[in-house]
């Protein structure tokens, strides 16, 4: 895992990527595909943004992720809202 404080810039968003267990298989492992890296560079930067954007959000839960050689598909969101109580 990997996390940072929002907003990110593509620097941290390469770093985080860089940073997790799994990144071998992300980048070419035993002759497979790399995936499209920048795919995912993007997609955390717009998901900071929306966070920074949109300050009522209290989490924020994407799974599935599928990455491919050629971009990425989130096939699952959640988000959940701060309560009026909780502020």
Known sequence: MSFRIAPI???DA???IREIKGFPLLDGFRG???ADIDAI???LMKISDFIIDNEEIYDMNL???FICEDGLVCVDARIILKSKEKE
């Open 9 to 11: 810039i593509e620097y």
């Open 14 to 16: 390469k770093k985080m």
């Open 32 to 34: 497979k595909s790399k």
């Open 41 to 43: 560079v993007d997609a």
């Open 63 to 65: 799974n599935p992720v």
